[in-house]
């Protein structure tokens, strides 16, 4: 391809076409995979993981239930998809064992290490905006646990997941920041349990706490729990 010359400009034709079906297929792809887990998400916060159906989420989505099984497997396999999407933001984007979701660290500017209250009052930030999208995959995660056993074993996971990405937070916050006698590691078990869903079903579920409030009760209470005085 010559200088000037628009993307794809020096390929066969043949080569061209093939390249634009591929994109079409996968854009495809991308919104029949983007309608199955807004549809899932809205029968799991409707009725919860029992009382769902596959049946119901592919008529959600205006699709067959033998698309939904090609692109998801089973009910529990949307679960997790509608989990790990809300976490990471992205549909196609896992989580990563021992890494923050992006979405989180992108939003970290540099700076914020060495001035540990704007680490925590970002970090509260993103548990927020977390606790947003992710609160009704906590709470049928948390329901659906207490009926199938593989969707408490993924919990499980789910949450190992979670701890290792807040030690993998905090390895990166340099010690000296911490209150005497704290470790890195203890820092990242302690924000792991106060920016965690239980906290979200304590103080919003059953507290009635705003978004807002959460927000400024997790940072007060990390700025408290971590850092030196």
């Given at each position: ?8 400009a ?6 061209r ?5 591929r ?8 919104e ?9 998400k809205?029968?799991f ?14 008529e ?12 998801w ?12 999407s809300?976490?990471t ?14 979405v989180i ?9 060495a ?29 659906g ?5 593989e969707?408490?074993?993924?919990w ?17 916050v ?13 820092a990242a078990?302690?924000?792991?349990v106060?920016?965690?869903p239980?906290t ?19 940072r ?10």
């Amino acid at each position: 391809m010559t200088v000037g010359q628009p993307a794809g400009a020096g390929e066969p034709p043949k080569a061209r076409r093939v390249s634009r079906q591929r994109e079409a297929g996968e854009a495809t792809r991308r919104e029949t995979r983007r309608r199955l887990l807004a549809a899932a998400k809205a029968e799991f916060a409707e009725r919860g993981y029992a009382a769902a159906t596959v049946i119901r989420i592919a008529e959600r989505a205006d699709m067959s239930v033998q698309t939904l099984y090609s692109n998801w497997g089973n009910k529990r396999n949307l679960l997790r998809a509608v989990m790990e999407s809300s976490v990471t933001g992205d549909e196609d984007v896992p989580l990563v064992p021992g890494q923050p979701p992006a979405v989180i660290t992108a939003t970290i500017d540099p700076e914020d290490a060495a001035d540990p209250r704007r680490l925590v009052a970002n970090l509260s930030h993103q548990y927020r905006l977390l606790a947003q999208r992710s609160a009704v995959g906590w709470q049928t995660y948390r329901d659906g646990g207490g009926v199938d056993p593989e969707i408490a074993a993924d919990w499980q996971q789910l949450m190992d997941l979670r701890r290792r990405a807040f030690h993998a937070f905090f390895a990166r916050v340099p010690a000296g920041v911490l209150r005497p006698g704290l470790s890195n590691a203890g820092a990242a078990d302690t924000a792991w349990v106060i920016a965690s869903p239980d906290t979200h079903d304590l103080l919003v579920r059953q507290a009635r706490y705003s978004y807002d409030q959460l927000e400024e009760w997790v940072r007060d209470t990390l700025a408290a729990a971590l850092l030196r005085g």
